[in-house]
Every structure is written in C-alpha cells, then in structure tokens.
C-alpha cells in the first residue's frame, strides 16, 4: 500500500491548480504487475462542479483500464453529480494526455448530469468509442461501459456500492488485458502450469495455440495506434468466439495471442486453428471497412502433446517452432509441429 506523490502546484501566470491531491489517492498499487504506478483519484474542484438537487444522486467513475505506454494503470477519475470534465492532450483538460498522439488536444467531455452521465465527442479526428462504437455526438454511458479516447480506454462504474464496483474492476484489471477483455499473460501463467499437470495425471492431450498479428507494426506505422488497438480488439473477439469454453484464451503480449485447449486431438486441433485463421482474414478486415487499404491476417503455430509427461516448457517451445514457421513460410497460414520439425497447412 503506497501514497502517491502530490501534485506540484503551477505558477499563477495563468496556469491551473493541480487537481489530484494525496487525500484523494486510492491506495491500490499495481506496480507489481503493470509498469503503471500507483491508482489515483480526480476530484473536481468547487468551480468546476455544478451542483444539482436531488436525493438520488450517486457518485460516478471512470478508471483507466489500458494506454499505449501503460501509464497509470488503475488511476480513477470521480464525478461528483453536476461535473463536468473535459478529456484530451491539451494541459487544461482535467484528465490530459500530451503524450498520447492519438488523442486530439480537447477530444471529449463527461457531464455527471444528476441521474445520467453523457460522454460528448468534441469533434476530435480519431473519435470517441462506447463498447467499441463510434459515437456520433453524445452517449448517455451505462455501468460498466468502457470508452476510448485515442488509444486510451477507460471503464465506466456508476452504482451505489462504488468500493465494491471498483476493486472488482481493478481485480479483472489485474488478470484481464484491459483493451481486449480476454485474460491476460499473468493468468495464462498460473493456469498453464495447472492445465499441464491436468493432462499428465488424466493422461488427455493437451493443445498450445500461439497466434501473432501479421505485419503489425505496418497497421500503426501506415494507419495509427488508434486503428492498431481496433485490430488487437477485433482479432481478439474472433478467437474467443471461436474457441471453446474450457479453453483458456488469452493476450500474450503487444499483437501475440494464445489459447490453451484441454482434450483436444490433432485433427481437432488443426481445424480449430484453421478456423481462426479464415474469421480472422474474413471478418476482421470486413469489420474494419472504414480503415482504407487494410488487411489483417495471422500466423498461427499449434503443439498438441499426446498422454505422456510433458513441461510447460517444452509446451511452448514446440508451439513457438510451429509459429515461426508460419511467418517463414509466407504467414496467413496454420503450423502443426511434428517431430523435429513443424508441418504447415499451407493456403
């Protein structure tokens, strides 16, 4: 448990008082598990809140669940009923991001309006997403939406029992990747170890798939980090909807996703991982139609161990062989490994 540090307060030369102060910081740390530090809370000051009558009014907040950098991790912002603030890159936005490029310099604002919180896009260029829609103006946010600005996203609570909405959020914080929702790689390593020694006691086969974003870097470098995160969100949405529900799917990091599939064969295997591959080349693309030019693809490289006694270890080896063949060989395609060498299901 850990304080953050307050605040400097600017000079009077026409710059604002700091708004976040030591009283109001949260004390959950996550510098352990995110190169983030430490949680926060934003508090509007007494000229920036509008007050309104009613008894039925409830604090709202949002927390900032992924950034490009993983920045700040975990830190909330709180709306007292009758706020209002104001999100972008400029330095006299409440909650600014002058390092986050996507982010236009006044690109969005939330209005605590007494029972409703609406978002309001500011004309910014790379517009603002409710659950992954593009709004066109205002949204009135529901709890538990989450919303982008830029390549930041943020969650959205807004109940009576706050505390209890909150911790939650920052324990699926904790194990899920906050742009895509699927686990991340800290629960992919506690679970992988468990589902291993799972099939060598029941002596059941035991599938790694290891999939990674074709010429990513290209999506950011041509079309920007806002579109790049539209691509890691879309691909990973095909491969949960694909794979099955003991399946263990996960981010493993940056544009590298990976599932662990309990009792599944070889030929079972093969066409899942096929499957991926063509929703991935189909519907990812087709879902990104307002993105000029732009084609998404993976390559896929697959490990199925049999009954015997196998390592984590080797788990990953052996898939990650598979993987590096599919980018070897051309991508867009599916790896088996086989031996000492992969096999590939080549298009």
């Known amino acids: ?83 209002v603030i104001e999100i972008g890159r400029s330095p006299t936005s409440e909650i600014s991001f002058p390092e986050v490029l996507s982010i236009s310099r006044a690109h969005a604002r939330l209005e605590h309006q007494g029972s409703n919180v609406v978002i309001e896009d500011l004309g910014s260029t790379n517009g603002t997403y409710v659950n992954d829609r593009l709004i066109q103006k205002t949204h009135q946010l529901r709890s538990g939406d989450r919303f982008q600005v830029g390549a930041v996203h ?66 950011n470098d041509t079309h920007g980090h806002a579109a790049g995160d539209r691509v890691i969100q879309a691909v990973a949405k095909q ?10 799917v996960c981010r493993y990091g940056g544009e590298e996703f990976c599932f662990v599939a309990p009792n599944l064969g070889v030929d079972e295997t093969r066409a899942l991982a096929e499957q991926i591959r063509q929703r991935v080349e189909r519907d990812v693309t087709a879902s990104l139609h307002d993105v000029p030019q732009l084609k998404v693809t993976v390559s896929v490289g697959v490990h199925t161990r049999g009954a015997g006694a196998a390592t984590v270890a080797e788990l990953i080896d052996r898939a990650d062989q598979a993987l590096y063949r599919s980018k070897r060989t051309g991508r867009n395609r599916v790896s088996m490994f086989a031996g000492p060498k992969a096999t590939s299901l080549v298009l």
Do not use: C
């Open 1 to 83: 448990m850990t304080d953050a540090p307050r605040p400097k307060e600017q000079d009077s030369n026409g710059s604002k008082r700091a708004r976040m102060n030591e009283s109001s910081t949260d004390s959950i740390d996550l510098a352990q598990l995110r190169e983030s530090g430490h949680t926060q809370a934003w508090q509007p000051s007494a000229s920036q809140e509008r007050r309104v009558a009613g008894a039925g009014e409830i604090e709202a907040n949002v927390i900032l669940i992924a950034h490009p950098e993983n920045r700040t991790l975990g830190t909330r912002f709180r709306l007292r009923p009758g706020s």
């Open 154 to 219: 943020f969650k959205f609570l807004h109940e009576r029992d706050v505390e209890n909405a909150y911790h939650l959020a920052i324990y699926d914080l904790v194990m899920r990747d906050g742009l895509t929702e699927i686990f991340n790689k800290r629960k992919y390593d506690e679970e992988v170890e468990r589902e291993v020694a799972r099939a060598s006691r029941y002596a059941r086969p035991l599938t790694l798939v290891l999939l990674d974003i074709d010429h990513f870097k290209a999506v």
């Open 239 to 248: 491969i949960a909807a694909a794979a099955r529900a003991e399946d263990l």
